[in-house]
């Protein structure tokens, strides 16, 4: 399972003491741990008729909510870099980046600005979407196929773009 992979890669920071892989992998595994429990929380309430043991097995991520936590963390620091870049806090910029680059071993690679464009626009045929009023319906359709593969804003830019032009 990933999070075994990211536990491992953990340990082996910790012991090249590498301050900032230790950090961000630390985080990252305490928003898996929180992610379960509130997945654990879900479970327990719609059904409480699961013994301890079920319910612990049944609160473990799979490695595809495992990869939207981490798509999720990833999004955090992206959204920091830029905010830090405009308060030209270079120093924290490089940190966020070294914590970015660090969660990218953990998803898969990204899409480019093309590859993303062509989704989009058979999404736009596919809704048959007339404007912006229908970003929506691209949007509902686009994000499944985009998600932890692509940034949500270059998406919606790319989108906006598009029905723009149709």
Known sequence: ???????????????????????????????????EKDKRLKISGENSGFSEEELSEKSILTDEETMEVISSEAKKRRDSILSFEKGGR???????????????KYLPEEMGEEEIRNLVKEAVTKTNAQGMKDIGLVMKEIVPQ???RADGNLVARIVKEELSAA
């Open 90 to 104: 270079q120093d924290l910029v490089a940190k966020e980046t070294k914590e970015l680059e660090i969660l990218k």
């Open 1 to 35: 399972m990933l999070i075994e992979e990211i536990k491992k890669d953990l340990i082996a920071f910790q012991k090249e003491k590498n301050e900032t892989g230790v950090s961000s992998l630390r985080m990252l595994v305490a928003s898996v741990v929180n992610k």
């Open 146 to 148: 985009t998600k932890a």
